[in-house]
């Protein structure tokens, strides 16, 4: 009989396991805590490991990307503090990243998981390991609850995953808070004056504001500052919250942005918080993605490893079709020192997103201007070695 496996949400990193377990000849079953597949999603950067990892999963023909074609002089612009506009180096600046919304993997992801049963509207609210399987508490929309036995269970649910609650303990065990809150969104329209392809980005000392520009979608935007005080920023209005955080901002950019969010119907508002455990898994639940290993926002590599992960998963268990726990020693084996280096890269990493202080503000400027033109000197003579692929 074919090895049955609970996977827990329908995210990159829930179907990234689904593929996983199914090509190591498991049968997978997902349950999504939403009423139906999310779409849209916030700017994702795939760099090479992230592309490596769609191509590993067998995704990448699904995969649309979205990169603007690069101009000589470059297509990322930065606002000075008394209002004035440079080039300075973005990512997509850069050869190699390909430009992508979460939704586009997921839509990816989903077209690969045909066959795959998933069940809307159902969370896990009790695991029971044992010996021979998992025995779970499964509770749909209506209330109704039915116990179900697994070979394997899988919590891909986020940083704030219920099955690391209920199998390994709370968040504060494993949450390491980051003092900086992030919100981030789609715009109805770029900001007036610049390319529907531009990103525009305006960056003090403990805030950010990023708009990043498609070849064929609206842009999108992140928000971003530092604050002592987590709690005080999810009281009263979010929006003037936010007004308040960025009003010694005053330029074009940050005034285009939270008026668009003064009409937008969906968008993401969250602390900050790095996930830290000493092991991702015990007998026969496992871990993977944001509730493994949550990177951060900044790091820029969620989605990759998410992806990373499942494929991962799927070839420890094909390589000790047997032995679980050899499969799931292997696996995060071979895994975590990817994480570990990529966790602690993600704190430089933020300091480009949003300067920690006056000083680092500067300097980061500095450093952005010198990359800048090295990057730029080298594609501009070498124009063919830097596209991406739709």
């Not at 919590?155 to 992030?182: K, Q």
């Not at 895994?335 to 933020?350: G, H, W």
Request: net charge negative; aromatic share 8%.
């Amino acid at each position: 009989m074919q090895k049955r496996a609970l996977v827990v949400g329908l995210g990159i990193a829930g179907m990234s396991a689904a593929i996983g377990l199914r090509r190591a000849g498991w049968t997978p079953v997902i349950v999504e805590r939403a009423p139906e597949r999310r779409t849209g999603g916030y700017f994702i950067f795939l760099f090479p490991e992230g592309r490596q990892a769609a191509a590993d999963l067998g995704i990448t023909d699904h995969l649309h990307t979205r990169n603007p074609e690069w101009e000589p002089g470059g297509i990322t612009w930065t606002l000075g503090r008394r209002g004035k506009r440079k080039p300075t180096l973005g990512f997509l600046d850069q050869p190699g990243p390909a430009a992508v919304l979460r939704g586009d993997i997921e839509a990816a992801l989903w077209q690969s998981i045909t066959g795959v049963e998933v069940r809307f509207a159902t969370t896990p609210v009790e695991i029971v390991e044992g010996a021979d399987d998992v025995q779970v508490v499964l509770e749909d929309a209506t209330g109704v609850r039915h116990r179900e036995s697994f070979d394997l269970v899988v919590g891909a649910d986020g940083l704030r995953s219920t099955v690391r609650r209920m199998a390994f303990g709370p968040d504060e065990d494993y949450l390491t808070n980051w003092n900086a809150i992030v919100c981030a969104f789609q715009l109805p329209e770029h900001v007036p004056s610049y390319e529907p392809s531009h990103t525009v980005v305006s960056v003090r000392a403990e805030r950010a504001v990023w708009v990043f520009g498609f070849a064929d979608h609206p842009p999108t935007t992140l928000l971003t500052y530092r604050t002592e005080d987590i709690p005080a920023q999810f009281t009263g209005s979010r929006i003037e919250r936010l007004r308040s955080v960025f009003a010694e901002m005053d330029d074009p950019v940050v005034r285009h942005v939270l008026d668009s969010l003064e009409h937008t119907p969906d968008h993401l508002f969250d602390s900050v918080h790095q996930v830290k455990m000493p092991r991702w898994s015990t007998r026969r639940v496992v871990l993977i993605g944001d509730a493994a290993w949550c990177m951060t926002t900044y790091s820029g590599m969620g989605a990759s490893s998410a992806m990373r992960g499942g494929a991962a998963l799927g070839a420890a268990l094909q390589e000790h079709p047997d032995d679980l726990g050899a499969a799931l020693d292997a696996w995060e084996a071979g895994l975590r020192p990817f994480i570990t280096e990529q966790q602690d890269s993600a704190r430089v990493k933020q300091q480009r997103f949003v300067p920690s202080n006056r000083v680092t503000e500067v300097l980061r400027s500095v450093v952005l201007d010198v990359a800048r033109r090295i990057i730029h000197r080298r594609r501009a003579a070498e124009p063919a070695a830097s596209p991406v692929p739709a």
